[in-house]
């Protein structure tokens, strides 16, 4: 097996893939591209990445087959899902499907391109750590146990169930470790609907990237954690319990919640 | 072929057959009873010419003065109104006669004048009235001929006069037989035969073209009128209407024709629209995702060089616009996919009031600078509804530009109002599970009643058994009862699996009389209802009590230039633009397309030169 490369690049449009070669290659990452899922798979043979840029619409095998197929064979490589056809499924599945741990709409700027991959790579990081740990093989969904009954959409953000029928959202350990020091919240106020799937919030960390947090659930905020925003330090220390963002009516919980995973 | 294609001439055909035979029956009793009426008088005319004779000559009889009675005979006979006057004797020979020839010729027994009386072995004495006279011609085309025999009786005076000619044993003396012609009769007869048949002709003539011109006006016509209707209507054109200009039953018949073909219209409109939105939406979705993927290269790239560029401030500059301008162009691919359904409308309780305060808050400049007055006609007490804010903002900001452009520059008015009405769940809510009393599912999947899973029952009458589909939506009767017999017999319905009675015992159609059929909506109590398909009648106490649907009713209305007709059913289409260049031809498309998601209904209505009004409803939810 050949020496670790960071990033491997599947699209067919060949501009989009030089534009996230160049600007990833500009901050030192070695970067490969790939036309097609057939393409990038016959690299994963002979080399190994330490996370993926995949298209959802390819011809042949679309991005979520690719998933399915390198699953199949065994591959943890996480990968980031990109797509020109930006909706809520599309964003949702991406997050839920095994394998994919960010999605990022089309089309994008070098900042939000950049924020996203330092994310994932250092996500990805803590992920090879805790793999060498000897910690549970199935990753993403084991990395800091969340406490029970807390729901997660893919490992960014969480929301738990209350027996009022309220749920609280919250983002999860591993995304407030794989951004880079939290400089402040950007959140969404009191009223304000919130989609599953589509950013609730960002985060700006302190090297000037900001960060999308997808929200795990559709509903309508009824509270935010004024202790949050105010104290972003909190979240980053106690993500489940004291830190969490917003509390919410969900609209749709029962299809919502198909998508999470215990 | 032609009677049983058309209506009217069949109705035609049939009045003008029974006046036709009613007024023969009539012509023909008529004329037969002038018939006898006539020639009563003329024989009542002539028996009395007889007994005056006879009488006449009664004196010159007493004293057998045959020259005076051969003369009487012959000055009497001679008027033109009489054939010939003979007396016959009792041996039937001629004695006196008005012509001299015949006196002395004998007739024989069976000769018209004699056999009436010596037509049995014994002569009859006494011959009824109407049987003295007779008619008859004497040859078969001559004329009719009337002859009245008269028989002169023996009486004291004859066998005791001084000639002793007759003896006391003798009845009959003789006959006095007077031959009138019926020329006369005969030709009044005729004309008035005539003149009634003239008569008859015409009133027939007279009575069919009136009946025809009748049937044609009240009938045919509007008939032909439905029936051109029924055919563009079935041939697309719904915007097709019969012209309804009375108050029976076919005037009724054209309005509801009229507003079945409204709703129709209204139904198709929608489902046009949904078509046509989603086509939209396939259209934005494949348009997006093939401009998105050059967008990324423009906006990486560009972001990328403005990252690098931060010595440079001219070129910094220069880069910060495309940057920016790319990142809007994103937004209105993103937007484009809002507006096609590609993402769910953020539905929250939401004023409608306040919506439309601050729809009108946007176009306040415009309207101002155009001097259309705002009217405002809101209801205080108006629900919230729950909406996406925006999105219905967007709506109500469309529909006032529109109205504002449709002004112009004249300046007027727009009204906007709003209320809450409340529609029942009757024909607007579907039953999606039915249970029986052991909690059996009745819900068919497999069939469909119009389109949607239909409720099924099992049917018993005697040893006959089958299955029935009802019809799931509430309040509506398109029942398919299949081989059912007879609903008024004593049929027994069942749960397909369990057998438990579905019937209401007891109890019958309150419209019809029909068996009625219950059953449980889960959480929402009986449901019942007739059986009879097309009566619809129902009961659902819960539906019925709390489930009237409240929509908000918001309308907007321009007295401005109008729409024509002919662009109303275009109206929504995307692309379809009154404005000519100064539209895009997409704003009552997104408008259509927001009211929809949230399944409410947007109606307009417009007359050219008086003004438009646009009617939305939406449901207010939960």
């Known amino acids: ?234 979240v980053e220390k106690d993500p489940y319990f004291r830190g969490w963002l917003y509390r919410v009516l969900p609209t749709n919980p029962k299809s919502d919640l198909q998508w999470l995973s215990l | 072929m032609l009677l049983n294609s058309k209506i009217g001439l069949r109705l035609t055909f049939g009045a003008v057959l029974t006046i036709l035979i009613a007024i023969a029956i009539f012509a023909y009793f008529n004329i037969q009873s002038q018939n006898r009426t006539l020639l009563t008088e003329v024989e009542r005319h002539a028996t009395e010419f007889s007994e005056h004779l006879k009488s006449d000559m009664r004196y010159d009889m007493m004293h057998a003065d045959r020259s ?96 002793h000619a007759h003896p006391e044993s003798q009845t009959v003396l003789g006959v006095l037989d007077v031959t009138i012609p019926l020329t ?108 998105n993927n050059p967008l990324t290269a423009v906006l990486t790239n560009s972001s990328y060089l403005l990252k690098r560029s931060e010595g440079s401030p001219e070129m910094n500059d220069d880069l910060k616009v495309i940057v920016s301008e790319t990142i809007r162009c994103r937004e209105i691919v993103k937007s484009l996919l809002d507006f096609s359904r590609q993402t769910v409308p953020k539905k929250r309780k939401a004023d409608i009031n306040q919506i439309i305060h601050r729809a009108a808050t946007v176009v306040e400049n415009q309207l101002s600078m155009r001097q259309v007055e705002l009217v405002m006609d809101l209801d205080d007490a108006l629900p919230s509804a729950t909406v996406d804010a925006n999105q219905i903002q967007q709506v109500f900001i469309n529909l006032l530009v529109n109205a504002c452009d449709a002004i112009g520059d004249g300046g007027g008015t727009i009204k906007v109002s709003s209320k809450v009405i409340s529609l029942g769940p009757a024909g607007t809510l579907q039953i999606k599970r039915a249970l029986c009393r052991k909690r059996h599912d009745l819900v068919d999947r497999k069939v469909q009643v119009d389109g949607k899973p239909a409720i099924s029952m099992r049917f018993r009458k005697g040893k006959q058994t089958g299955l029935i589909h009802l019809d799931p939506m509430y309040g509506s009767s398109g029942h398919q009862l299949g081989d059912m017999p007879d609903l008024k017999e004593d049929v027994d319905l069942m749960c397909p699996d369990c057998s438990a009675s579905l019937i209401a015992e007891g109890e019958t159609c309150p419209q019809c009389g029909s068996p009625i059929y219950v059953f449980e909506v889960p959480l929402k109590g009986l449901v019942q209802g007739c059986l009879q398909s097309g009566c619809g009648w129902h009961r659902w106490e819960q539906a019925d009590s709390a489930w009237d ?54 109606v307009v209505d417009s007359e050219v030169d008086v003004g438009t009004t646009f009617t939305i409803r939406i449901p207010v939810g939960i």
Request: aromatic share 6%; with cysteine.
């Open chain 1, 1 to 234: 097996m050949n020496q670790k490369q960071d990033i491997l690049v599947i699209d067919d449009e060949h501009t989009v893939t030089q534009a996230v070669a160049k600007i990833c290659g500009s901050e030192g990452m070695m970067v490969a591209t790939a036309e097609h899922a057939a393409d990038a798979l016959k690299q994963l043979e002979n080399n190994e990445f330490r996370l993926m840029l995949c298209d959802i619409m390819m011809p042949e095998l679309n991005g979520f087959q690719f998933l399915e197929e390198l699953v199949r064979r065994g591959i943890h490589t996480p990968v980031i899902m990109m797509t020109g056809y930006s909706t809520v499924e599309n964003a949702v599945k991406s997050l839920t499907s095994t394998g994919a741990i960010a999605y990022i709409p089309k089309p994008f700027t070098a900042d939000e391109l950049l924020a996203i991959v330092n994310c994932s790579l250092r996500c990805s990081t803590l992920l090879e750590e805790a793999d060498s740990a000897g910690l549970e093989h199935s990753r993403a969904m084991s990395y800091v146990p969340s406490p029970a009954n807390y729901y997660r959409l893919g490992h960014i953000s969480w929301a738990l169930m209350e027996d009022e029928g309220t749920a609280r959202i919250g983002v999860s350990d591993l995304f407030m470790k794989s951004i880079d020091g939290i400089r402040e919240f950007e959140l969404a106020t009191t009223g304000d609907e919130l989609l599953q799937g589509i950013p609730c919030g960002q985060a700006t960390t302190l090297d000037g990237l900001t960060h999308e947090i997808m929200c795990p659930l559709s509903g309508q905020v009824i509270e935010v954690n004024d202790d949050a925003s105010s104290n972003p330090s909190l």
């Open chain 2, 184 to 291: 006369e009769v005969d030709e009044t007869i005729r004309q008035s035969q005539v003149a009634i048949t003239m008569l008859a002709i015409s009133a027939i003539i007279v009575l069919s073209v009136m009946i025809g011109f009748l049937v044609r006006w009240w009938i045919d016509r509007p008939v032909r009128d439905l029936l051109t209707a029924t055919r563009e209507i079935a041939g697309g054109n719904l915007n097709y209407r019969v012209e309804v200009k009375r108050e029976d039953e076919i005037g009724m018949l054209g309005k509801s024709f009229n507003s079945m073909t409204d709703n129709l219209a209204d139904a198709r409109l929608q489902l046009f629209q949904s078509d046509k939105l989603a086509s939209l939406g396939r259209l934005a979705a494949g348009v997006a995702h093939e401009i």
């Open chain 2, 68 to 163: 005076r009675i051969q003369a009487g005979i012959l000055r009497i006979g001679s008027q033109e109104t009489i054939e010939i006057i003979n007396v016959f004797n009792k041996d039937g020979e001629v004695i006196y006669s008005s012509d001299l020839s015949s006196v002395g010729k004998m007739v024989t027994i069976e000769a018209a004048t004699c056999f009436r009386c010596h037509l049995t072995g014994e002569p009859l004495k006494n011959l009824k009235k109407q049987e003295h006279v007779r008619i008859f011609r004497h040859a078969p085309d001559s004329q009719r001929t009337m002859g009245i025999i008269n028989p002169i009786y023996n009486e004291e005076s004859c066998w005791t006069a001084n000639c």
């Open chain 2, 549 to 602: 649907d409240e929509y908000v009713e918001i309308q907007v209305t321009d007295d401005g230039c109008g729409i024509p007709k002919s662009q109303l059913p275009k109206l929504f289409e995307p692309f379809m633009s009154t404005k000519g260049q100064k539209g895009t031809g997409l704003g009552l498309a997104v408008t259509w397309g927001i009211v929809d998601n949230h399944n409410g209904t947007i």
